[in-house]
């Protein structure tokens, strides 16, 4: 899986996120979301932390604007499990 960034149109540094060469829409995102936390309350039925723990998980990364080696082991994850590092292509 491969998430690259080009040139946006909509201001000077606007940027298009494509997922394996796609473009990707925040409706795309938003459906995704949707998916993955059905799926976390499927694996960790309420009153466990299921897809709450997701959506902590979003608003610390919103919070802090990084994803660093601490966020990840708070919420066990790895980044073998996730995305090659980004790359931009212009």
Same mark, same amino acid.
């Given at each position: 899986?491969?998430?690259?960034?080009?040139?946006?149109?909509?201001?000077?540094?606007?940027?298009?996120?494509?997922?394996?060469?796609?473009?990707?829409?925040?409706?795309?995102?938003?459906?995704?979301?949707?998916? @993955?936390? +059905?799926?976390?309350? $499927?694996?960790?039925?309420?009153? =466990?932390?299921?897809? %709450?723990?997701?959506?902590?998980?979003?608003?610390?990364?919103?919070?802090?604007?990084?994803?660093?080696?601490?966020? @990840?082991? +708070?919420?066990?994850? $790895?980044?073998?499990?996730?995305? =090659?590092?980004?790359? %931009?292509?212009?």
């Amino acid at each position: 899986m491969t998430i690259t960034t080009s040139k946006g149109h909509r201001h000077p540094d606007d940027i298009i996120i494509h997922y394996n060469g796609k473009p990707i829409s925040m409706y795309d995102i938003a459906q995704i979301l949707l998916l @993955l936390w +059905k799926n976390e309350d $499927t694996l960790h039925k309420p009153p =466990e932390q299921g897809a %709450k723990m997701s959506l902590n998980l979003i608003n610390e990364i919103f919070q802090t604007r990084e994803l660093t080696d601490e966020i @990840l082991k +708070k919420y066990h994850m $790895t980044r073998k499990n996730n995305v =090659e590092e980004l790359r %931009k292509e212009e």
